[in-house]
């Protein structure tokens, strides 16, 4: 009987609209919260990657001061003449954003890919030098 009881209120309650507020209020409330776990962890990983590319960038630094010399124009060439002297292994991806280096005069460029994977977009993460 009591059985009976609960579930004719549940029908009553479902029926005039009082539970389902409640559930798309619990519902946006956890979706909100997946966002910004999500959000947390996309700026976790920016600046993993940014201090990634400060690494690199401070290597690049001592590298032209010892040398007198720009950095070559691409990731790879740059790795060869970083390893092992400046850097203790190379680094041509991190965090799985591929790095790229552009030199202009005497300054430089190390660009990851952001959140969109593509490079030469607004959301890449970028450091540079002289």
Not at 71 to 94: C, D, F, K, S
């Given at each position: ?31 909100e ?48 003449v ?49």
């Amino acid at each position: 009987m009591v059985r009976t009881w609960v579930r004719w209120i549940g029908i009553v309650l479902i029926g005039t609209g009082l539970v389902a507020p409640a559930c798309r209020k619990a519902q946006e409330e956890y979706k909100e919260s997946q966002v910004q776990a999500i959000r947390t962890l996309r700026a976790a990983d920016r600046l993993a990657v940014q201090a990634d590319l400060q690494r690199i960038r401070d290597a690049v630094l001592q590298y032209m001061a010892d040398t007198g010399q720009p950095p070559p124009g691409n990731i790879e060439a740059l790795m060869q003449v970083l390893v092992p002297r400046y850097l203790p292994q190379a680094v041509t991806e991190t965090h799985g954003m591929p790095i790229q280096c552009f030199v202009e005069g005497g300054r430089f460029e190390l660009r990851a890919a952001g959140p969109d994977g593509q490079l030469r977009t607004d959301d890449d993460i970028v450091v540079g030098g002289p």
